[in-house]
């Protein structure tokens, strides 16, 4: 028997365990015949897992090119350009977005 969101008759999600099989609900997929894709405890652990992986890749790659851009152009608040810096004074925080700690560091 293949069960649809209707069946339940509840609002399901992600994680959702299926009662009878324990398969784990990954989420819709209209190319199946149900719509709705269940994986193995196993495989979706592998799943999460390589999203979590990917996720944490991709924000690393951005981040990264963010603070590039930034110390090519330089400071907004000193106009200080990645060669003009202090061996004392941290890139880091001209590549953050914390406004108290880049004044603190300035007033010094």
């Known amino acids: 028997m293949n069960y649809t969101v209707d069946d339940y008759n509840k609002t399901i999600h992600r994680g959702f365990i299926h009662p009878i099989t324990g398969k784990i609900l990954w989420g819709k997929n209209p190319a199946l015949k149900t719509g709705l894709e269940w994986r193995t405890p196993k495989a979706y652990a592998k799943n999460v897992k390589q999203k979590t992986d990917s ?29 003009d810096w202090p061996e004392d004074l941290k890139m880091a925080s001209h590549t953050s977005y914390n406004l108290t700690t880049l004044t603190l560091q300035q007033a010094v």
């Open 55 to 83: 996720r944490r890749k991709r924000s690393v790659l951005h981040q990264n090119r963010i603070n590039k851009i930034k110390t090519d152009c330089g400071c907004e608040m000193c106009g200080m350009t990645h060669e």
